[in-house]
């Protein structure tokens, strides 16, 4: 066989160099039990299949919650869940990390509650050193009362990337060198509740939760946790860099992943802090490399 072109060979050898961004490594299904327990007004959380689901009850008297058993610092965090479906105006269902000091870092899904034939809006949010103030919000492409979708949180040295279904909704890249915290030896908490918000939920409040619709249910499933477990006082990983997450492919997305991120961005996105003129006259600095401008 003859010598390839130069070119050819030029082009092989980037190919081969170049280290692309992958999905997280998929989520394993463990019973509720493996990774949770529940926090508050047990009596309004129902165990189904041996615990391998689970749904969350809120009335006019209490909503309910749970939290992970440890303490993480970095890994790859997920939960299957179907919104309450209906008339859900005024109810919020929480998934989110959170550490425990007074200065506590926290990764946020939120999910606001709509009137039945309107839209779930999904927010989300970093706090870094105590400060948050950094709200997304978007519009699914689905209805996610109608079956379980997929949630996650991809949280490394490098970035925190809000997966939907395997699409990046949203990333939160290490900006500590252009003076942005980053949350990095906090150990966090995973956490889970449906509550009541009227006062803030839907349309700002305007639309106040119908009672007479309750009890209002949300429904999880998977339960899967994949992290650097840590005591809540570590400022650390003993495993530091050895984690699949640590590798360079999960350091940043791919062009493709990009590509998913801009459809989101362009279609389903219905306000970013990084472009509220009102609140921020000049954009906050991690909003450039987080391409959010």
Same mark, same amino acid.
């Given at each position: 066989m003859g010598r390839l072109p130069l070119t050819l060979c030029l082009t092989f050898l980037v190919m081969a160099t170049v280290t692309f961004g992958v999905p997280p490594k998929?989520?394993?299904?463990?019973?509720?039990?493996?990774?949770?327990?529940p926090t508050w007004a047990f009596?309004?959380?129902?165990?189904?299949?041996?615990? #391998?689901?689970?749904?969350?009850?809120? @009335?006019?008297? /209490?909503?309910?919650?749970?939290?992970s058993k440890g303490s993480y610092l970095f890994g790859h965090f997920s939960m299957h869940i179907k919104m309450v479906p209906?008339?859900?105006?005024?109810?919020?269902?929480?998934?989110?990390?959170?550490?425990?000091?007074?200065?506590?870092?926290?990764i946020d899904f939120e999910f606001l509650g709509n009137r039945t034939g309107?839209?779930?809006?999904?927010?989300?949010?970093?706090?870094?050193g105590g400060k948050g103030n950094r709200e997304q919000r978007i519009n699914l492409w689905f209805d996610p009362s109608k079956d379980y979708h997929s949630y996650s949180v991809l949280w490394n040295m490098y970035q925190i990337v809000f997966f939907v279904d395997d699409v990046p909704i949203r990333v939160f890249k290490n900006?500590?060198?252009?003076?942005?915290?980053?949350?990095?030896?906090?150990?966090?908490?995973?956490? #889970?509740?449906?509550?009541?918000?009227? @006062?803030?939920? /839907?349309?700002?409040g305007l639309e106040k939760t119908n009672w007479a619709k309750a009890p209002f249910v949300a429904s999880y499933r998977g339960f899967h946790v994949d992290g650097c477990e840590a005591s809540v006082n570590a400022k650390f990983c003993e495993t530091q860099g050895k984690r699949w997450w640590?590798?360079?492919?999960?350091?940043?997305?791919?062009?493709q992943q990009y590509k998913r991120l801009k459809w989101v961005r362009t279609r389903y996105t219905?306000?970013?802090?990084?472009?509220?003129?009102?609140?921020?006259?000049?954009?906050?600095?991690?909003?450039?490399?987080?391409?959010?401008?």
């Open positions: 998929k989520a394993v299904d463990v019973p509720f039990g493996r990774n949770y327990f009596d309004h959380i129902k165990y189904l299949n041996g615990g #391998s689901e689970v749904h969350l009850i809120l @009335d006019k008297y /209490t909503g309910t919650g749970f939290q209906g008339d859900s105006a005024g109810t919020v269902t929480a998934f989110y990390l959170s550490s425990q000091s007074s200065v506590h870092d926290e309107q839209p779930y809006i999904l927010q989300t949010n970093v706090f870094t900006s500590k060198d252009i003076g942005v915290k980053f949350p990095f030896n906090q150990p966090m908490k995973i956490y #889970s509740s449906l509550w009541n918000a009227d @006062d803030w939920a /839907t349309r700002g640590d590798q360079k492919e999960f350091q940043d997305l791919d062009a219905i306000y970013n802090y990084c472009t509220d003129r009102v609140r921020f006259p000049v954009p906050p600095p991690e909003c450039r490399r987080d391409r959010d401008i």
